[in-house]
């Protein structure tokens, strides 16, 4: 049995052009805001500037984008081409939450693993979840239950042991 988990393609392009734009109006906000200090509004761009990019980032290069379930192991692809394998045994358990984006709620699976890590899969950067919340299932692997998704400052695990 081998389930392979599609990336969202378009969606990924979409937060790739916004890092990179986001990326390229950083140094002309600090400019401006060093130029114009009384210029609030240039103040609160640059802010929110330096706050958005490293969320983009989070959920681009520490998210996987695409996943292959087999047999006995779970392989994980991330945007910058690391791989990463990890067995049903690693896997203490999981839980289901929701990501609020600009366009709805999308569904994402948290795994808990064995040596405290954590894995965040969501529909934001992953087409459909719910064949992973199948193949945990039939692993027998520990659901937790559901659990408020956080910005990933505010980021606190709720099954943490």
């Given amino acids: 049995m ?12 979409i937060r790739i052009t916004g890092l990179i734009a986001l990326l390229g109006l950083t140094p002309f906000a600090i400019v401006r ?6 210029n609030y509004g240039v103040f609160f761009m640059a802010a929110f500037i330096i706050t958005l990019i490293p969320e983009l980032y989070i959920k681009l290069f520490l998210k996987p984008v695409s996943a292959v379930l087999e047999d006995n ?23 289901t939450t929701e990501e609020l984006t600009n366009y709805g709620k999308k569904l994402g699976l948290l795994l808990y693993l064995k040596n405290g890590k954590h894995i965040d899969f969501t529909e934001i950067n992953i087409k459909d979840v719910s064949p992973l ?3 945990l299932q039939v692993k027998n692997v520990h659901y937790y239950g559901n659990e408020k998704l956080r910005l990933w400052y505010l980021r606190k695990y709720k099954y943490d042991a």
């Fill in 73 to 95: 192991k779970i392989i994980l692809k991330y945007y910058h081409g690391a791989l990463r394998q990890i067995s049903p045994d690693e896997i203490d358990g999981y839980s």
């Fill in 2 to 13: 081998t389930t392979t988990l599609e990336p969202k393609k378009t969606d990924l392009l």
């Fill in 33 to 38: 805001l060093h130029n114009e200090s009384k």
């Fill in 133 to 135: 919340r199948d193949y």
